[in-house]
C-alpha cells in the first residue's frame, strides 16, 4: 500500500547550518509529493511540490528534488534560520477524493 | 487572502459533552477534510467530504461524525467527548480535481481538552 517515511526528530541545528530531512515513499505510479510545514500554535502550510519525476520543488530556500529511482523527496536547505523552527511534513495524495496521506512530521529546532 | 476558518482556537469541554467544531473555507472548494493531530501519530484523518451532504469515513472515524449543508462549511461532531478525544484538530480544503498539484489549505487548528 501507499505509505510515507519521514526520519524521526527532533532534528537541532546552529543557525547557517545545512539541513536534510529524509522522506521516503511507497505508492502506485507516480504521484505528486508534497512538503508541508506547521509553524508553532498554526495549522500546516504547504511549502513546495514536485508533480512528476526529476522535478524539483523550492520556496523559501528549501529544496526538494522527486527521484522515482530511490522513491525519495528529501527537504534540504543550505543555511537555516532560527524562524525555520517548526515541524515538517511529507505528504502524498492517494486514493480517490484526494486524500492525503501524512509521514508523522519532522520536529527542526534551529539554534541562535 | 484565501482562507480556511476554524471557529475557535481553544476549547476546554466536560465529559460526555456534544461538542461541535467549526469549519468555513472561502475558496469554493469542493473537498474538505477533518484530521487530529497528536504527538507520535502525525495526522490522522477522521472524515472528509466531496461535495455537499456527502461524507466518506476517514482512518479513525469512531465517536465522531460530520456534517455538511453548505459547500463553504464541514462540521464535526463529538457525540459524547471523552479524554482521549483531547487532542488538536485541523480542517482542511481542496480542489476537487486540484490536490494531486494544489494541495491542501488548512486551518490554523482547534486545541480540544476534554476533562
Known amino acids: 500500500g501507499n505509505s510515507v517515511t519521514q526520519m524521526e526528530g527532533p532534528v537541532t541545528l546552529s543557525e547557517e547550518a545545512f539541513l536534510t530531512i529524509n522522506c521516503t515513499y511507497t505508492?502506485?505510479?507516480?504521484?505528486?509529493l508534497f512538503w508541508y510545514v506547521q509553524y508553532p500554535g498554526e495549522g500546516l502550510q504547504l511549502l513546495l511540490k514536485a508533480t512528476k519525476a526529476d522535478d524539483k520543488g523550492s520556496n523559501k530556500g528549501f529544496e526538494a528534488t522527486y527521484r522515482k529511482e530511490t522513491t525519495s523527496f528529501h527537504l534540504e536547505k543550505g543555511s537555516v534560520q532560527v524562524s525555520d523552527s517548526a515541524v515538517y511534513f511529507c505528504?502524498?495524495?492517494?486514493?480517490?477524493?484526494?486524500?492525503?496521506?501524512f509521514g508523522s512530521g519532522t520536529k527542526l529546532n534551529v539554534k541562535p | 487572502d484565501v482562507k480556511v476558518t476554524q471557529s475557535s482556537r481553544y476549547l476546554v469541554k466536560r465529559t460526555g459533552e456534544k461538542v461541535f467544531l467549526e469549519c468555513v473555507q472561502d475558496?469554493?472548494?469542493?473537498?474538505m477534510f477533518w484530521y487530529r493531530q497528536d504527538p507520535g501519530l502525525g495526522l490522522r484523518l477522521i472524515y472528509f467530504?466531496?461535495?455537499?451532504?456527502?461524507?466518506e469515513k476517514g482512518d479513525i472515524p469512531e465517536g465522531y461524525s460530520v456534517s455538511r449543508e453548505k459547500k463553504e462549511r464541514f462540521s464535526l461532531i463529538l457525540e459524547s467527548a471523552s479524554t482521549n478525544q483531547t487532542s488538536m484538530y485541523l480542517c482542511?480544503?481542496?480542489?476537487?480535481?486540484?490536490?494531486?498539484?494544489?494541495?491542501?489549505?488548512f486551518g490554523s487548528g482547534t486545541r480540544l481538552t476534554v476533562v
Open positions: 505528504a502524498l495524495p492517494l486514493g480517490n477524493f484526494n486524500k492525503f496521506y
Open positions: 482542511a480544503s481542496s480542489l476537487g480535481g486540484g490536490v494531486r498539484v494544489h494541495g491542501y489549505t
Open positions: 475558496m469554493d472548494h469542493e473537498n
Open positions: 505508492a502506485t505510479g507516480y504521484p505528486s
Open positions: 467530504s466531496y461535495d455537499v451532504k456527502m461524507k
